[in-house]
C-alpha cells in the first residue's frame, strides 16, 4: 500500500501543474483558489464563475503563448519553411495503402527519369552526327595517317606483356607451340622484339593495301554517278513523283508566323516636335519667302558675294566642276558639205532650252538675300548654292496653301536666270507685287485689318488671317499674346462690316469663323469678352429705342450673326455660361419686344428660332417665348376668325395690321409655289418684290415654321407638360388645314406635324386627393404589453432584444480581444527584456574573462620583471 500511494504521488508530481488539456486537480492548493462572494443573493439569476483558479489559467496562456507567439517572434525574420510535399499526406479519403503504393510508383518513376540534361554519367546512349560515342572511344575507324603512330596512343597486349611483364614468361593468348621432336627453346628478348617489329609492320603494309582498295571503289563509284546524274536529272511529273500524295497547304498559324517573320521591324523615328518649335519653323519659312518675294518685287538679283565663289589655290585642279549639259554636237555631211546645226535662239521658249530655263529658274529662285531691307528683319537668311535647293524649295512651297503653292510654283517655272548685276524682267517685279507677303504684323486696329483685308478675294483674306497667327505665334515673343487676343475682337468686327454691306458676303464670314475659333481656343477670356461686349451694346441699344418709341425693330443681321457664332464658339449645354447665358437673353428679349411688320421681321424672326433650337439641342431647355413667336406665325398665315382655341401675346395681336401678314389668298401663287429654305440674305434687307414673289416669300415663311415647329415636337415631347404646351399650335394647324387655304406639300407637312403631336404619349395623370388612413378616436382601454424578460430589457420587441444581444456579445468579445493583446504585449516585452538581459550578462562574462586574462598577464609579466631585477 504504502508503495502504491508513494508511486500514485509520484506521478501526480510529475504531470505539470498547466499542462493542456489536463483537468484540474480534485483538491487544489487552496492558496491558488479565488472565490467571487456575492453580497446578496437574487433569485433567479444564475452564477458563473464563483471559483477559479487563477494561477492554472495564467499558467495555461503562459505555455499557449510560449508555443504560438513565441514561436512567430523568433521566427519573424526567417522566410524559409517546412513543408510536407509528401503524396496524400493531408488527404483523409485515400488510405494508408494506397498512399504507400502511389509513393512508391512515384520514387520508381523518379528514378527512370532524367534528372538533369548535363547528367552525362546516367545510362543513356549519346550519339555524335549518328554514331555512338561507345563505338567512338572503341577507334575502329580507318586512320588515313601514313605515320607509325596509327594506334593513337593504344598498345597491344603483346607489347605490353613484353616490355611491362618481364619479357622472361610466355606471352598471354599465345599459344605454346611445340614440335613432336622436343621442346622449342624460349626466344631472347632480342629476338621477341625484332618478331614484334615484323608484324606490326606486315599490318601496316596490310592496312595500307586496304585504304587503296577503299580509294579506287570511291573513283570508281564516282564515275558511275556522274554517268547516271545526267538521267536523273530530269524530273518526275508530280503524280508520279508524289504518288498521289498533296503537299498539305499551310494553315493559318503557319502563314501567320512567315508573315511575322518577314515583317520589318520597327524603326526609330524623330521625336515629335512641340507647339513651339513648330510655330518658330512656320515663321522662319515664312520670313524666308517674305524676303525672296521682296527680291522679287524689286528686281534686285542675289549679292555677288552671296555666291561668291571660294578661294581657289594655284594646286587647286578643279574637281568640283560638273558639265550639266552636253553641248557637243554630231558631225554630219550633206552633199559634201559639213552639216552645222544652229544654236536654238535664246528667246523660244519650247523644246529642251525651256526645260533647261525652268530648271536654272527653279534652282536660282530658292536663295535669298543676306541683308533685306525689309521692315520685319530678315538679315538672316542665308543662300545655298548646292544642289539641295531645289528640294527645299518644293518642301516650302508644299506647306502653303494650294492657291499660294500654285502660285509660286508657277513663279519658280517661270523665272530665268540673269547674269549677275542684271535686273529682274518687269513681268517678275509686277508679279511680285501681286503676290501676298509672307509675314504680317498684328492689325493694331479694325481699320488696320480692314485694309489688309479690303479688296482681296475670300481665300486671299483667309491666308493673310492665317499668315498673321503664324507670324505672330504666343510663344515666339513676349506681346504676342495680347496682340492675338485683340485680333479676335477686330476679326469680329470686320465680320459685322461684311454682315451690314450691301449685299453682305456671307461666304466671307463663314471662311472666317474657323480662324475665330482657333483664337477663341487659344485665347478664351479676350474671346468671351469680345462677345459679350458686342451683346451688351446691341441689348443697350434695343433697351433705348423701347425706352423712347415704346417698341423696338429687329437689329440687323450683323447681331443675328453675333448670336450664331457665339453659338458656335462656346458650348451651349452649360446650365450657367458668361457668354451663353447672356446670348440667350438676348434672344429671349428679341423673340418678346420686337413686333413683325414686314416679311422681313418674319425672316429675322424665323432665323432667331433657329438659332435658339441650335442653343437648347443638347439641353433640351424649354424655352416658352419659342413656341409663342411659333404661334404667332402660324396666326398671321390663317384667315382671322372670331372663335379661337389659343390666346396670343406679345407682341402679336389677334386683330390689327399686321394680322394676316403671311396670308396668301391667290390659288395661281400657291400652284407655282415651289418649297425652298429662306436666304439670309433676306434678314439683311428685301428688295422691291412684285406680288408673287412677295407671296412665294410667304409660302416659305410659312413652311419653314412648320419645320421649326417639328424640331419643337421632337423636342420637347418628352415633357409631362407637352400636350397643354402644343395645344395653340394644335388649334392653328387644324384650324389652318381645315381652311384649306395653303399648297398640299404644307398641308401635307401640317399633318405629319398634327401626328407627330398625337403620338407623343402621356405623361401626367389627373390630381387625386391622397388617400389617408383614418384617425381613430382616443380611447380609455388599457394597452397590454408582453413581457418577455425581467429586468432592465423588457418592454421591447424581439428584433431589438436580439440587436442589444449582439451589441453586449460585441462589446464583451472586443473588451476580451483588447485585453488578449494587452497581455500578449507584454509577453514580448518581457521576452525581449529576457533576451537584453541574457546579452548583456554574456558581454559582462566576456569583458569579465577578458579582464582576468589581462591580470593573469599583468601578473606573470611583473613577475618575469622581477626576476630579471633580482639577478
Not at 511529273?237 to 520597327?266: C, I, N, Q, T
Not at 538675300?369 to 548646292?386: F, M, N, T, V, W
Not at 466671307?508 to 478664351?524: A, R, T, W
Not at 419659342?626 to 390663317?638: E, K
Amino acid at each position: 500500500m504504502g508503495k502504491a500511494r508513494s508511486a500514485a504521488r509520484g506521478k501526480a508530481s510529475a504531470a505539470p501543474a498547466g499542462a493542456l488539456g489536463s483537468r484540474a486537480r480534485p483538491n487544489p492548493n487552496p492558496f491558488e483558489v479565488k472565490v467571487n462572494r456575492q453580497k446578496f443573493q437574487v433569485l433567479g439569476r444564475k452564477t458563473r464563475h464563483d471559483v477559479g483558479l487563477p494561477g492554472v489559467s495564467r499558467a495555461r496562456a503562459l505555455q499557449k503563448r510560449t508555443q504560438t507567439l513565441l514561436k512567430e517572434y523568433k521566427e519573424r525574420d526567417k522566410s524559409n519553411v517546412f513543408r510536407d510535399k509528401r503524396f496524400g499526406e493531408y488527404n483523409s479519403s485515400i488510405s494508408p495503402e494506397e498512399k504507400m503504393m502511389k509513393r512508391f510508383a512515384l520514387e520508381q518513376q523518379r528514378q527512370h527519369e532524367k534528372k538533369s540534361i548535363y547528367n552525362l554519367n546516367e545510362d543513356e546512349e549519346l550519339t555524335h552526327y549518328g554514331q555512338s560515342l561507345a563505338d567512338i572511344e572503341k577507334h575502329n575507324d580507318i586512320v588515313d595517317s601514313d605515320s607509325d603512330t596509327e594506334g593513337r596512343g593504344a598498345l597491344s597486349a603483346e607489347l605490353t606483356a613484353t616490355h611491362f611483364g618481364g619479357g622472361s614468361g610466355p606471352v598471354p593468348g599465345k599459344a605454346t607451340q611445340q614440335p613432336s621432336g622436343g621442346e622449342e627453346p624460349p626466344k631472347s628478348r632480342r629476338e621477341l622484339i625484332e618478331e614484334l617489329i615484323a608484324r606490326s609492320k606486315q599490318e601496316k603494309r596490310e592496312r595500307q593495301a586496304q585504304r587503296e582498295d577503299a580509294l579506287e571503289l570511291t573513283e570508281k563509284l564516282d564515275q558511275d554517278w556522274k554517268e547516271i546524274q545526267a538521267l536523273l536529272a530530269c524530273k518526275m511529273p508530280k503524280s508520279e513523283s508524289g504518288g498521289g500524295k498533296e503537299k498539305p497547304k499551310p494553315d493559318a498559324y503557319d502563314m501567320m508566323v512567315r508573315e511575322l517573320g518577314f515583317e520589318m521591324k520597327a524603326q526609330p523615328s524623330n521625336r515629335m516636335k512641340t507647339e513651339e518649335e513648330l510655330a518658330r519653323e512656320e515663321q522662319e519659312r515664312l520670313r524666308r519667302l517674305e524676303a525672296e518675294r521682296l527680291r522679287r518685287m524689286l528686281g534686285r538679283d542675289e549679292d555677288a558675294h552671296s555666291k561668291r565663289p571660294k578661294h581657289l589655290s594655284a594646286d587647286d585642279l578643279n574637281d568640283g566642276f560638273v558639265l550639266d549639259t552636253d553641248d557637243r554636237r554630231l558631225l554630219s555631211y550633206k552633199d559634201g558639205k559639213m552639216n552645222v546645226e544652229e544654236e536654238p535662239s535664246g528667246d523660244s521658249s519650247g523644246g529642251e532650252s525651256g526645260e533647261e530655263e525652268e530648271e536654272e529658274g527653279e534652282g536660282w529662285s530658292e536663295g535669298g538675300p543676306e541683308d533685306s531691307d525689309s521692315p520685319d528683319g530678315h538679315s538672316d537668311l542665308e543662300s545655298d548654292a548646292d544642289s539641295k535647293d531645289a528640294h527645299s524649295a518644293d518642301g516650302l512651297v508644299g506647306r502653303e496653301s494650294d492657291a499660294d503653292s500654285v502660285e509660286v510654283h508657277a513663279q519658280l517655272q517661270g523665272d530665268q536666270r540673269p547674269s549677275p548685276g542684271e535686273r529682274l524682267p518687269r513681268d517678275d517685279q509686277a508679279a511680285a507685287r501681286a503676290q501676298l507677303p509672307y509675314t504680317f504684323a498684328v492689325p493694331e486696329s479694325c481699320e488696320e485689318l480692314k485694309s489688309l483685308l479690303s479688296g482681296k478675294s475670300m481665300e486671299d483674306q483667309l491666308l493673310v488671317v492665317e499668315r498673321i497667327q503664324k507670324c505672330n505665334h504666343p510663344s515666339l515673343a513676349v506681346g504676342n499674346k495680347a496682340k492675338l487676343g485683340k485680333l479676335f475682337g477686330f476679326l469680329l468686327e470686320y465680320i459685322g462690316d461684311l454682315a451690314v454691306s450691301d449685299p453682305p458676303d456671307l461666304g466671307v464670314i463663314d471662311k472666317l469663323v474657323v480662324p475665330l475659333y482657333n483664337l477663341c481656343q487659344m485665347f478664351p477670356e479676350s474671346a468671351s469678352d469680345a462677345v459679350k461686349f458686342v451683346l451688351r451694346d446691341a441689348m443697350h441699344e434695343m433697351e433705348g429705342t423701347v425706352e423712347t418709341t415704346g417698341r423696338a425693330a429687329f437689329p440687323g443681321l450683323d447681331v443675328l450673326i453675333y448670336l450664331k457664332i457665339a453659338g458656335m464658339l462656346f458650348p451651349t449645354s452649360d446650365f450657367w455660361h458668361p457668354v451663353i447665358t447672356p446670348a440667350l437673353l438676348c434672344l429671349s428679349q428679341l423673340l418678346t419686344k420686337c413686333p413683325v411688320r414686314s416679311l422681313q421681321d418674319a425672316v429675322k424672326g424665323l432665323f432667331v428660332c433657329c438659332v435658339f433650337l441650335d442653343y437648347v439641342a443638347l439641353s433640351q431647355r424649354f424655352i416658352p417665348e419659342l413656341i409663342n413667336f411659333l404661334a404667332g406665325i402660324l396666326h398671321m398665315a390663317t384667315p382671322n376668325k372670331q372663335s379661337q382655341g389659343y390666346t396670343l401675346v406679345h407682341p402679336f395681336r389677334a386683330l390689327g395690321k399686321n394680322s394676316e401678314l403671311l396670308l396668301v389668298s391667290d390659288e395661281e401663287d400657291m400652284a407655282t409655289w415651289q418649297r425652298r429654305s429662306l436666304p439670309l440674305q433676306w434678314a439683311g434687307g428685301l428688295k422691291a418684290q412684285t406680288e408673287t414673289e412677295a407671296n412665294h416669300t410667304r409660302l416659305s415663311c410659312l413652311a419653314v415654321c412648320l419645320a421649326l415647329v417639328r424640331r419643337c415636337v421632337l423636342a420637347y415631347g418628352a415633357l409631362p407638360s407637352f400636350h397643354d404646351i402644343a395645344r395653340p399650335l394644335r388649334a392653328l394647324l387644324t384650324e389652318h388645314l381645315a381652311t384649306r387655304c395653303c399648297p398640299p406639300t404644307l398641308q401635307e407637312l401640317s399633318r405629319s406635324v398634327l401626328t407627330e403631336m398625337e403620338n407623343q404619349p402621356r405623361h401626367y395623370r389627373p390630381l387625386v386627393c391622397e388617400k389617408s388612413k383614418p384617425v381613430p378616436l382616443k380611447l380609455f382601454t388599457p394597452r397590454l404589453v408582453k413581457v418577455l424578460e425581467f429586468g432592465r430589457k423588457q418592454g421591447s420587441t424581439r428584433e431589438e432584444q436580439e440587436r442589444r444581444r449582439l451589441i453586449h456579445k460585441h462589446k464583451r468579445e472586443f473588451k476580451g480581444a483588447v485585453r488578449e493583446i494587452r497581455k500578449d504585449n507584454q509577453f514580448l516585452a518581457r521576452m525581449r527584456l529576457s533576451e537584453i538581459m541574457e546579452r548583456d550578462a554574456e558581454r559582462k562574462r566576456k569583458v569579465k574573462q577578458l579582464f582576468n586574462s589581462l591580470a593573469t598577464q599583468e601578473g606573470e609579466w611583473k613577475a618575469l620583471k622581477r626576476k630579471k631585477f633580482k639577478k
